[in-house]
């Protein structure tokens, strides 16, 4: 096992040329730009070994999704990517994990022509903290607190393999085939909605990412709006992989599965062309799962229109019974 010094490993895989930054790594501080009448969109998300990923992912899988899932806030506000800081805690200094790390990190990071500008590198339980910079015309960033009765409520790409997936390794649930690579894939290798998010400013009234489950993060949208919403969930949009287990398990995965990734918006009854446009537009397909209330009830219906209970709660980290995945 190749071991290295922190400004070596920090030299050899994190120091990148930057194009659009005015300085990236090796200063005290990295320098950003933003062009007149543009905000900068800043967000932050950490991941922790065994508590967001399995100790057995591999490494150019973790390099991705630790920034997909950063690249995925910025979508939810329609950001346009720009820059993003990398502060990792490592046990060992060890190029086997290291190189392809950065690989699946930085492979990433230039198809949305996303700079590594800096970070911070030591050692400790492994854990991966990026902090993300995106533009978006100032005033016109997709919120939270958007929402408005009659609005149509609207779900990219599928819901609940990455849940169906985690279910999978804990042994709780068999899929036949190849289910399970494709489902690992889902869990490991989210692809950030950026296209569509940013498709999306002036046609939606508001978008969250789903990171903890539909309910939690569609509930902060509703709080934050101060309105109530139905949702089919009939009309959920899931995978023949999902669609293939049993009823319970496939709401419990569409409901309250986290590690979606998928961008959950709404728009007015009269944009529905215009979201069309903006779909094929970002080649992202989205689906009408059901519309804003006035009032604050979030219900769940089936296709007849007959109530359905859902699960009451989302993933939170403090109030989990156990941590999430370890093996
Ligand atoms: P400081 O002592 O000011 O914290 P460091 O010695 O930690 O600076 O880092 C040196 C340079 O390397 C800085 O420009 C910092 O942003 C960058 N850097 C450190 N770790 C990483 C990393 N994991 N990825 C990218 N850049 C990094
Ligand atoms: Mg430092």
Request: proline share 5%.
């Amino acid at each position: 096992m190749a071991l290295l010094g922190e400004f070596e490993l920090i030299a050899r895989y994190f120091t990148q040329p930057v194009r659009r930054a005015v300085l990236g790594v090796g200063d005290d501080c990295a320098l950003l730009t933003v062009a007149p009448g543009m905000s900068l969109a800043v967000s932050s998300d950490m991941l922790v070994e065994g508590r967001h990923f399995v100790s057995t992912v591999a490494p150019e899988r973790l390099g991705h999704k630790a920034l997909a899932v950063n690249l995925s806030d910025l979508a939810a506000c329609g950001a346009r990517p720009l820059a993003f800081s990398l502060s990792l805690a490592l046990p060992t200094a060890d190029e086997a994990f290291l190189a392809p790390f950065a690989r699946g990190l930085l492979a990433l990071a230039e198809r949305h022509e996303c700079e590594l500008v800096g970070g911070d590198t030591t050692r400790g339980p492994l854990t991966i903290s990026i902090t993300a910079f995106g533009e978006i015309a100032s005033g016109t960033a997709l919120l939270r607190s958007g929402a408005r009765a009659g609005d149509d409520l609207w779900v990219s790409g599928t819901l609940g393999d990455a849940r169906l997936a985690l279910e999978v390794l804990r042994g709780t649930v068999e899929v036949p085939g190849d289910g399970f690579a494709r489902l690992r894939r889902a869990m490991e290798e989210p692809v950030p909605r950026v296209a569509l998010g940013r498709a999306l400013v002036g046609i939606a009234s508001s978008a969250i990412d789903v990171s903890d489950g539909l309910v939690g993060d569609l509930g902060h949208v509703l709080r934050r709006s101060g309105v109530g919403a139905v949702v089919e969930v009939d009309a959920l949009p899931r995978s023949a992989d999902l669609a293939g287990q049993d009823e319970v398990l496939q709401r419990e995965c569409l409901l309250a599965g986290g590690d979606d990734y998928e961008l959950v918006f709404t728009a007015a009854a009269e944009r529905r062309d215009a979201v069309a446009a903006a779909a094929r537009n970002a080649d992202t397909p989205v689906t009408r799962i059901g519309r804003i209330e006035p009032g604050s009830q979030f219900r769940f219906v089936d296709a007849a229109g007959r109530a359905v209970i859902g699960p009451a709660t989302a993933f939170d980290h403090f109030l989990a019974a156990s941590p999430a995945p370890a093996s």
